[in-house]
C-alpha cells in the first residue's frame, strides 16, 4: 500500500506539538487514515516541526512539503467543561477525526465510529456545519447553501460524550519523542568505542 506521511499540528494544554499523520494513497472505503507509532505502540509527539522531520529521517519516512492546519483541542476541550448547543463545527469534527485515525492506528475502539442514526446526524451537522463545500452537489449540503445546525439536547450529549472518549484515548497514547541529533549521537558512540 502506498502512503504519504504528514505533519499535523496540535495544541493540548496551550503548547503546540506535531505528529506524523499518514494518507493511504490506495483508497479503501470506509478505513480510516493512521498515524504513526513508536516501536512501543504510542503516538510520538515532536516539539517542532524540525524535530519531527529529524525523527522521520531516522524511521526513513518521507514527510510531505505541505503547511500544517492547526487542529485546536484546546477549543474544543474548553467547550467541553461547558457544552453548549454551539459547538464550532470545525474544531469538533477535526478532533473527531484525529480520534478516528489514533483508535484505527492503535486497534481500539472509537465510540465515534460506532455507526447508529444519532451518531451519524452528529457527524453529518459537523461536516456540513463547516461549510467548505458549500455548493458542491456532492460533498456540500444538500440544499446546496450554508449550513447553520440546530442541535438537540441528546445530540450534544452524544457528542459530549464522543469527544471526551476521544480525548481520553488520544492523551493515554501520545508520549513526547526524544530527538537526539545525529552529531550527538555520533559523539557518544565515538566516547563508547574509545573506553
Known amino acids: 500500500m502506498k502512503k504519504q506521511y504528514f505533519a499535523t499540528w ?5 503548547v503546540d506539538r506535531y505528529l506524523i499523520w499518514i494518507y493511504k494513497l ?8 493512521e498515524i504513526v507509532l513508536n516501536e512501543r505502540g504510542r503516538i510520538p509527539i515532536f516539539r517542532s516541526e524540525s524535530d519531527l522531520a529529524k525523527y522521520a529521517t531516522a ?6 512539503n505541505e503547511e500544517p492546519i492547526l487542529h485546536n483541542l484546546d477549543a474544543v476541550e474548553a467547550w467541553l467543561q461547558e457544552p453548549d448547543d454551539q459547538p464550532d463545527c470545525e474544531d469538533c469534527l477535526t478532533a473527531w477525526n484525529l480520534f478516528t485515525d489514533v483508535a484505527y492506528s492503535l486497534k481500539l475502539t472509537f465510540n465515534g465510529d ?3 442514526r444519532l451518531r451519524n446526524r452528529i457527524y453529518d451537522k459537523l461536516y456540513w456545519g463547516n461549510n467548505i463545500f458549500v455548493g458542491d452537489p456532492i460533498l456540500g449540503h444538500p440544499s446546496g447553501e450554508f449550513y447553520f445546525p440546530e442541535w438537540t439536547p441528546a445530540e450534544i450529549s452524544k457528542l459530549t460524550k464522543i469527544l471526551r472518549q476521544g480525548f481520553k484515548l488520544f492523551k493515554r497514547y501520545i508520549v513526547e519523542a526524544k530527538i537526539i541529533q545525529a552529531s550527538i549521537l555520533q559523539d557518544l558512540i565515538s566516547n563508547i568505542n574509545q573506553n
Do not use: T
Request: net charge negative; proline share 5%; no cysteine.
Open 10 to 14: 496540535f495544541r493540548l494544554h496551550q
Open 26 to 33: 490506495d483508497y479503501i472505503e470506509d478505513e480510516p487514515e
Open 59 to 64: 524511521k526513513n519516512l518521507r514527510i510531505e
Open 114 to 116: 460506532k455507526l447508529s
